[in-house]
């Protein structure tokens, strides 16, 4: 039986798709009242490890979505629990959704350093998918103003972008051929890395691209009530691209998918 943690989410809940005519499937959430789902959920919450012992009883393969939300304690918590209750559960392989080796600059890369050595060290079977960022989270961050100016300090910086449906689409096959895929990490990042400047020629004539100052973004994200944790992590990850570490592409992806990844671009702006 192969179990789908965090399955309101963006991305669980496109895994969820991809898996919903499968008779061997259950989706986990923290509250099953607000999924609609063909296939059974159960409750599956890392910050009350007492759901994490039926939520995980029978199940073979289990695909740990990062709870990433949160200070590196709170994340490290989470998943640490996740992974012990897989332990004690007798789970045969957990799938972990990681983050790109090309990220490790950004920071909130520590508490998936953490969960992938805490798998190495366990006595489970894994496989790591290394996620590279979203391009609709790149979207997210250099989005224009109203007046068509996107002002996100990304300098000549440009991000390997991954349409977020593209590593649904290689979590799903994973946790079907999971043996296949044991003991391996998969670097999962876009095949062509993108710029502020190619976000605004495809936007259109109207949008321009005018990149701001770190200090700037900081200060704009501070005043916009975001959470304390979330400044560092969204100003860190502005940072990263600027400064050309997150430009890096592999094959990873494509073989995977056994096709071309979906376009950045037309991922960004749908
Ligand atoms: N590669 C990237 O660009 C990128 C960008 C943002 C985030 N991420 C990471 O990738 C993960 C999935 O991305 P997403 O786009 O699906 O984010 P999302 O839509 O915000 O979903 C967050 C996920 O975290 C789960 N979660 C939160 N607290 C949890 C807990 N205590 N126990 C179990 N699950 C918990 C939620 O599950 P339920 O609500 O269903 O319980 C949900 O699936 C994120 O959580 C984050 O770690 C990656």
Redo the contacts with the bound molecule.
């Keep these: 039986m192969i179990l789908v943690?965090?399955?309101?989410?963006?991305?669980?809940s496109l895994i969820a798709e991809r898996l919903s005519g499968r008779g061997d499937t259950v989706l986990g959430?923290?509250?099953p009242r607000q999924l609609e789902a063909s296939l059974p959920v159960r409750r599956?919450?890392?910050?009350d490890p007492g759901t994490l012992v039926e939520g995980f009883a029978g199940v073979d393969v289990l695909l740990l979505?990062?709870?990433?939300?949160g200070e590196d304690d709170t994340v490290i918590a989470?998943h640490g629990a996740a992974v012990d209750a897989a332990e004690k559960a007798g789970v045969g392989q957990v799938v972990y959704?990681s983050?790109t080796a090309a990220g490790d600059h950004l920071p909130y890369a520590l508490p998936h350093r953490w969960t992938e050595r805490r798998l190495r060290e366990s006595a489970l079977r894994w496989t790591v998918l290394r996620?590279?960022?979203?391009a609709e989270?790149l979207a997210a961050i250099a989005a224009p103003s109203a007046d068509g100016r996107i002002t996100a300090p990304l300098g000549e910086g440009r991000l390997a972008a991954v349409a977020?449906a593209d590593l649904a689409d290689v979590a799903a096959r994973v946790a079907v051929e999971a043996p296949a895929h044991a003991g391996r990490v998969y670097e999962l990042v876009g095949e062509r890395a993108v710029g502020g400047a190619d976000l605004a020629r495809a936007h259109g004539p109207h949008v321009t691209y005018e990149p701001g100052t770190l200090a700037g973004a900081r200060a704009g994200i501070a005043a916009s009530g975001a959470e304390a944790f979330q400044v560092p992590m969204l100003v860190g990850t502005y940072s990263a691209i600027a400064a050309g570490f997150l430009s890096h592409t592999t094959g990873d992806l494509r073989r995977l998918l056994g096709r071309a990844p979906r376009s950045p671009l037309t991922a960004a702006l749908a």
């Excluded at 943690?5 to 669980?12: I, K, N, S």
């Excluded at 599956?44 to 910050?47: L, S």
């Excluded at 996620?131 to 979203?134: C, E, I, S, T």
């Design positions: 943690t965090g399955a309101t989410g963006a991305l669980g959430t923290r509250d599956v919450d890392f910050d979505v990062s709870a990433g939300y989470r959704t983050l996620n590279g960022l979203y989270l977020r």
